[in-house]
């Protein structure tokens, strides 16, 4: 993408920014949609109606919602730590934000094609854990920093898990560039990851389980690495008001909301392509089957979308559903089952591959 | 001065005035942030000599490991209890010396290489011959590495294991 425009406007610059402009306006409408969504999946799921006053069944509360905060005053208590509680969520936002610049939304809208790809997403999801602690200090406030400690230290745990699983992958398919992987796993859900890969074998068979297993630690993982309920001891607002974002107001408190929004939709991305074949259609493409190829990347666009939201749906399906974990079987859930599972799957998934 | 250019000084100026932070902040907490960004500019510089898989294992171990505990570590004794953790710059002059010896060794290396300078192919990623070189050549000091990655990590276990009484 950022080729055709760098020759239909003949600037590095502004093709960087527009290539850049694409994931931004993506997540701002992940959150717009996705907070949305949220209170009507909650609403839905407790038997209540969810918004309903503004614009047809609430379509536009959190436009409203929007407009209000941008409105509000940014009311900065005296005993905060100017400079980092200004940067603190400028950080985080960052550290969400950068992750996109290697999620292949389709073969041709891509960020960056660089070999490094998964690598550089675990990476830099760095950034937002040092984002937490900052917001967490600088408040100022007992219940920030705890927030801010339990965050971080939950976010570093669960890395692990996450890494091993993408690790297991990345044996897997011999590449650490996602864009590869999407296309590895062509265009019919029985060549996805989950169900054993594109090869056609005895092999395959033998994945399938061990897949599903994989499948199921990261999906755990990664919902415990962006905060959500069941894991939510960060912000838990019965015993730490807000958690680490509690001092925050305005536009500022919305630039958090932003980043977990944008990192639900990103670590939802993540799985698909691990496992669900990426921006690949389940069922072939109607663009091939009419003979109209230039359709085929905007198909390749809504199944990622498509993929990516049914899994952010899931996340709010399970946070409606299941009650808060405690920080020790928070902490004993990581370590002492997620992995060593993932281990035992990472060596398994090794040997059928070498086989 | 074209795209490239205008990056590398962007990330240079955001190495050296974070690193001046650094050394220079009187509270620890700015020197923890400052790293950071010190840690991110240096990661861009390596992006810009084409070798992106330096550049994020940078960002892997010394952000996301090795700050994120400094931070933690600071942040428990800071600000919770009354202590304010200050740091204070004291022997001047044998810093001065030391950084301008070394300063004047690096200078000196710097001019005296015969570098060459042809215009070689930037390979497009280096991870696959770095997983090579690292599983062929270097076989056994990979492998020493991750012996003694594994000591310090048991290690670490039994030192915060609490005893059974």
């Not at chain 1, 502004?14 to 402009?21: M, N, P, V």
């Not at chain 1, 920093?145 to 297991?168: D, K």
């Not at chain 2, 955001?14 to 500019?41: E, K, M, P």
């Not at chain 2, 301008?100 to 300078?117: P, Y």
């Amino acid at each position: 993408m950022y080729q055709y425009f760098y020759e239909l406007l003949g600037s590095e610059i502004l093709a960087t920014l527009i290539t850049a402009a694409v994931p931004l306006v993506n997540v701002l409408l992940a959150a717009l949609i996705g907070v949305y969504l949220e209170r009507k999946v909650s609403a839905h799921m407790q038997d209540r109606l969810g918004p309903m006053r503004t614009g047809w069944h609430g379509i536009f509360q959190t436009v409203a919602d929007f407009i209000k905060m941008l409105q509000k005053e940014d009311a900065v208590s005296t005993e905060v730590d100017k400079k980092l509680y200004n940067l603190a969520p400028v950080l985080v936002f960052t550290g969400s934000f950068a992750a996109y610049a290697v999620i292949p939304f389709s073969s041709k809208v891509i960020g960056t094609e660089a070999e490094v790809g998964i690598f550089y997403l675990l990476a830099i999801s760095s950034l937002v854990v040092a984002g937490i602690l900052m917001a967490g200090w600088s408040s100022n406030n007992k219940y920030s920093l705890l927030g801010a400690m339990r965050s971080a230290s939950q976010i570093i745990s669960y890395e692990i898990p996450t890494a091993i699983v993408v690790l297991s992958m990345v044996m897997y398919t011999g590449t650490l560039s996602l864009d590869k992987m999407s296309q590895m796993q062509t265009a019919y859900f029985w060549n996805w990851n989950i169900l054993g890969g594109a090869e056609f074998g005895f092999a395959k068979f033998l994945l399938i389980p061990f897949m599903i297993v994989g499948f199921i630690i990261i999906y755990i993982s990664t919902l415990a690495e962006v905060n959500r309920t069941p894991f939510d001891i960060p912000e838990a607002e019965s015993e730490l008001v807000a958690g680490y974002f509690t001092e925050y107001c305005g536009m500022k408190w919305a630039m958090f909301m932003l980043s977990e929004y944008g990192n639900m939709f990103a670590v939802s991305g993540l799985v698909t392509i691990l496992f669900f074949g990426g921006y690949q259609s389940p069922l072939g493409y109607f663009g091939d089957a009419i003979g109209v190829h230039w359709m085929i990347p905007f198909e390749q666009v809504f199944w990622f979308i498509a993929k990516g939201w049914f899994f952010v749906f899931v996340q709010m399906w399970l946070r409606w559903t299941l009650p808060r974990l405690r920080v020790d079987q928070l902490m004993s859930l990581c370590w002492k089952y997620l992995i060593p599972y993932a281990f035992v799957n990472l060596i398994i998934i090794g040997i059928i591959t070498l086989l | 001065m074209d795209f490239y250019n205008i990056i590398f000084f962007l990330f240079a100026l955001i190495t050296i005035v974070s690193a001046f932070i650094v050394v220079t902040s009187r509270n620890i907490i700015y020197s923890g942030f400052s790293l950071l960004f010190t840690f991110f500019g240096v990661a861009g510089i390596y992006v810009l000599l084409g070798s992106d898989f330096i550049a994020v294992v940078q960002i892997m171990v010394y952000v996301g490991g090795i700050l994120i505990l400094i931070l933690f570590g600071v942040m428990l004794t800071n600000k919770i209890v009354d202590v304010e953790i200050r740091t204070g710059a004291s022997h001047m002059l044998p810093a001065a010396i030391g950084v301008g010896i070394l300063f004047g060794a690096l200078t000196a290396v710097m001019v005296f290489t015969g570098w060459k300078s042809e215009p070689g192919l930037v390979p497009q990623t280096t991870t696959v011959d770095i997983g090579k070189l690292l599983i062929t050549d270097y076989v056994l000091i990979f492998e020493l590495l991750a012996m003694l990655l594994l000591v310090a990590l048991i290690g670490a276990a039994t030192i915060a294991r609490r005893e059974k009484e």
